[in-house]
Every structure is written in structure tokens, then in C-alpha cells.
């Protein structure tokens, strides 16, 4: 089947002054689950991450409204939980005499509105930064030592950084475009996408666009500042992100798209900017998409708060065509 796929930078197509449109006439791409997680605890899973040094095993986490805790599971949606606890907990089919595993509480946290999750070779990160109606002013992200699930019983904060948009002076702000759910990792430094929403205080009318920042520094006893860096016109309302083990691509997921990024050319963080694929999908299809992973650099795993799980190899996805620039 042909495909409508995005695949050139913004940049030059701002520069052309040419506003793409969404091809309305294109199939819309609709995955189908490869698993889904059996344990009741993870109620409203809003990130998830492969574990660089563990095989197939993913921390995810649910989103507001739960306590301060995360769970392993694996890519088929099975619970990973202590080996010895094994003696009083189940992980996903009830066992008489025993109770259900309700994770790994993580100590000295608070889940306000966790969104995202991140990993690197020295620490897991947990984006506390959900802000629907724009009205925070406790942004943080929570820097914890990845335990071994098979042996540990909890995690610990090992740093809480508050952040803080620097073009935010309104709160709640009246132009909506300060929550992210997005986070990942690039050269060490950690980098958040937002997203926009139109008026009203907690309506679901998402505004076209997202921002691109990064974390300019580490305090725990002042308040960091998020550095602007780049911007896109058309992602709605992105959810979710991660960087692919070779660091090459960078995958973000939104209310209707998945939308693949190259590495750019410059060598630079400007990862908006550089060229990209767009895949569209019915907004029913996947349910709430929230969570987005690389199991390996040609595979996805993509995850929804109803529990879905979604196996996506890019050799799977739509064909691509390039869209070209209008003629001068």
C-alpha cells in the first residue's frame, strides 16, 4: 500500500515558506497489540523504557494518581518481580495464599504527575513534569539507581531537580505550552518535549506544535532552567519519546501519529529540525498511547494506558515517500 509520509526537514520547508497539510487521503497506519500486561497494578501505564544491561526487561510506571513506584516487566507484558517474594506475591495470575506484587516503591518520591521515564548507564529518570493545566510550579525530575527486580524490593531518590520554563510568567499560563510527556537522554543531557493545548483549563483540544528542551544543569537546591533549543509545526500533543540504542533516531509518539526523527546533520540537538518520517494512525486504534521504547535500533515497543503492548519492527511500517519541496 502507498503511504504519505513526511521526509524532509522543516527547516527547509519554512525556509521555501511552504506550510505542509496532513495528507487526509492517505490509509491510516493501525498496529495491532503483541501482548498486553496482565498485572491489575499497572493500571494507566504512561512510560516505559528498556533496561540497557538486563535482557528483555522494561521499567514502566503508571501516570497521576498513583503512588511513587514502578514496575519490570518484559516485552511479552509478563510481571518481573523478586525471586524470594515469589514466596508470598504472585506477579500476574492469582495464587492462592498469596498477594498480588504491587512494584517497586520508589522512596523520597512523589508521583505527582509522572509522564516519562528515561534511562542511561548511571541512572533511571522519572519525569514528574505532566502539567495539563499549565498551572505547576513543582516540575521536577527524579534521578534513581536501576535495582536488580529480581533481588531489590525498592528503589531510592538519589536527586529531585526542580525545572522551570523560563518563558513561562502566567500560572496557570494563558498560552498553553508548557507539559511534557516526553523525555530522553542525548550526549548526557536530558531533553524534554512538550505538549500544547488549545483554551479551556484541562480540555483535550491539543494544539498543534511541540518544543524541544534540554536541561542546562543538575541543582537539587534551586530551581533548573530549561533551554528552548528547537520546535515543531505539526506534532499534536506528543506523548511520549526515546532515543534509539545507536542514538541515531529518535522515536516520539502524539495523539495521531508515530513520528521517526534522524539524527542531525550537524551534529548538533536540534532533532526537530532534521528530517522525518510520519506514520498517522487512528486515534481509536491505539487507545491513549503513552509510552514509547526501543527494544533494539530496528524495533519499537509502544504502549498504551489500557495496557496494550505493541511490537513494531520499521521494517513493518507503511512504505515512505518523499514529499518534495514546491518548485521555486
Known amino acids: 500500500m502507498k503511504f504519505l509520509v513526511r521526509c524532509i526537514p522543516f527547516s527547509l520547508l519554512a525556509a521555501a515558506g511552504f506550510a505542509p497539510l496532513l495528507a487526509a487521503e492517505a490509509t491510516l497506519w493501525a498496529p495491532t497489540p503483541s501482548a498486553q500486561i496482565a498485572a491489575d497494578p499497572i493500571s494507566e501505564m504512561s512510560g516505559i523504557v528498556k533496561s540497557p544491561g538486563r535482557d528483555n526487561t522494561y521499567w514502566v510506571h503508571n501516570d497521576s494518581g498513583d503512588s511513587a513506584r514502578i514496575f519490570a516487566i518484559t516485552a511479552e507484558g509478563v510481571s518481573i518481580l523478586p525471586t524470594y517474594s515469589k514466596f508470598t506475591h504472585y506477579g500476574d495470575a492469582p495464587e492462592r495464599g498469596k498477594q498480588q506484587w504491587q512494584g517497586f516503591p520508589v522512596l523520597e518520591a512523589e508521583n505527582v504527575d509522572w509522564e516519562d521515564i528515561a534511562i542511561d548507564d548511571n541512572y533511571l529518570y522519572l519525569a514528574d513534569t505532566g502539567n495539563n493545566a499549565n498551572d505547576r510550579r513543582d516540575l521536577a525530575i527524579y534521578l534513581i539507581s536501576e535495582i536488580d527486580p529480581t533481588a531489590s524490593t525498592r528503589s531510592a531518590v538519589i536527586q529531585r531537580l526542580p525545572v522551570v520554563y523560563p518563558e513561562q510568567t502566567e500560572f496557570p499560563a494563558s498560552v498553553k505550552h508548557f507539559d511534557s510527556e516526553s523525555l530522553f537522554v542525548f550526549n548526557n543531557a536530558l531533553y524534554l518535549i512538550t505538549k500544547h493545548r488549545g483554551g479551556g483549563v484541562m480540555g483535550t ?25 528547537d520546535s515543531h509545526p505539526e506534532i499534536l500533543g ?3 519519546a526515546d532515543l534509539s540504542p545507536d542514538g541515531n533516531t529518535l522515536a516520539v509518539i502524539s495523539q495521531d501519529a508515530l513520528w521517526l526523527f534522524s539524527r542531525p546533520q550537524d551534529g ?13 494512525f487512528s486515534r481509536g486504534a491505539l487507545r491513549q498511547l503513552e509510552a514509547v521504547t526501543w527494544i533494539d535500533d530496528a524495533t519499537l515497543l509502544l504502549g498504551n494506558e489500557q495496557r496494550d503492548l505493541f511490537r513494531i519492527p520499521l521494517s513493518s511500517l507503511p512504505s515512505v515517500l518523499p514529499l518534495a519541496l514546491p518548485a521555486p
Open 268 to 280: 548538533g540537538d536540534q532533532w526537530l529540525s532534521g528530517l522525518a518520517k510520519h506514520y498517522p
Open 238 to 240: 506528543a506523548t511520549g
Open 205 to 229: 483540544d491539543f494544539e498543534p506544535g511541540a518544543n524541544l528542551y534540554r536541561l542546562e544543569t543538575r541543582f537539587t537546591d534551586q530551581s533548573n532552567l530549561l533551554k528552548k533549543i
